[in-house]
Nanobody
Framework: QVRLVESGGGLVQVGGSLGLSCVSS?????MAWFRRPPGKERELVAS????????IYADSVKGRFTISRDNGKNTMYLQMNRLKHEDTAVYYC??????????????????WGQGTQVTVSS
């Protein structure tokens, strides 16, 4: 069993930046950030492969967000820049215990964090 703990959420102004972290208690292969905007379904933000050299981004965040990981620290990161109102959501960390390649398949991730709120205001 792998436990994931997110941190770094909060309130930020439009155009600002925020960084999220996700610490894993055990071995995590592919990892990802998902988010659930108010009143909407959970959606992929970004995914990263085991070695950290292959990534996938949602079109809505390309060029603004950067996903990365440090396996020595069992930690995944999401750097969010030029934030917009529509980035407001609960952000979830996810880890796959089977597949090492980055992928957007929500149902294939085995472990989930509790979520952290990101609110972008003007």
């Amino acid at each position: 069993q792998v436990r994931l703990v997110e941190s770094g959420g909060g309130l930020v102004q439009v155009g600002g930046s925020l960084g999220l972290s996700c610490v894993s208690s055990g071995r995590a292969l592919a990892m990802a950030w998902f988010r659930r905007p108010p009143g909407k379904e959970r959606e992929l933000v970004a995914s990263i492969n085991w070695s950290g050299d292959s990534t996938i981004y949602a079109d809505s965040v390309k060029g603004r967000f950067t996903i990365s990981r440090d396996n020595g620290k069992n930690t995944m990161y999401l750097q969010m820049n030029r934030l917009k109102h529509e980035d407001t959501a609960v952000y979830y960390c996810a880890a796959d215990g089977t597949y090492g390649s980055a992928h957007p398949a929500y149902s294939e991730y085995d472990y989930w964090g509790q979520g952290t709120q990101v609110t972008v205001s003007s």
